[in-house]
Nanobody, 124 residues
């Protein structure tokens, strides 16, 4: 069992930066791929970023590529999402997720554990 706790969300203005953190419990963190997803009111959950278990491979959709960076520190059981040049359309609840495989995925159904989410609001 893995428990995930996100932090770092908040209210910022357009163009600002935020760094989200996701702390994981358990001794198997380094064997799990990790992902970040977001969900805005009335919309489906959307893939934001993923990283392989080793941290050597990252995945992004075009909507955030070049602005967001996912990273992980396996010694600290933590995954991060650095978000730069934020836009109002980035407003959503952001969730981290763990997948019991080493490679990341953009499909939320392929993740086994989820955090409770952290709100990110970008004002125009």
């Amino acid at each position: 069992q893995v428990q995930l706790v996100e932090s770092g969300g908040g209210l910022v203005q357009t163009g600002a930066s935020l760094r989200l953190s996701c702390a994981a419990s358990g001794r198997t963190f380094s064997s799990y791929a990790m992902g970040w997803f977001r969900q805005a009111p009335g919309k489906e959950r959307e893939f934001v970023a993923a990283i392989s278990a080793s941290g050597g491979t990252t995945y992004y959709p075009d909507s955030v590529k070049g602005r967001f960076t996912i990273s992980r520190d396996n010694a600290k059981n933590t995954v991060y999402l650095q978000m730069n040049s934020l836009k109002p359309e980035d407003t959503a609840v952001y969730y981290c997720a763990a997948r019991r495989l080493r490679s990341g995925s953009s499909n939320p159904d392929e993740y086994n554990y989820w955090g409770q989410g952290t709100q990110v609001t970008v004002s125009s």
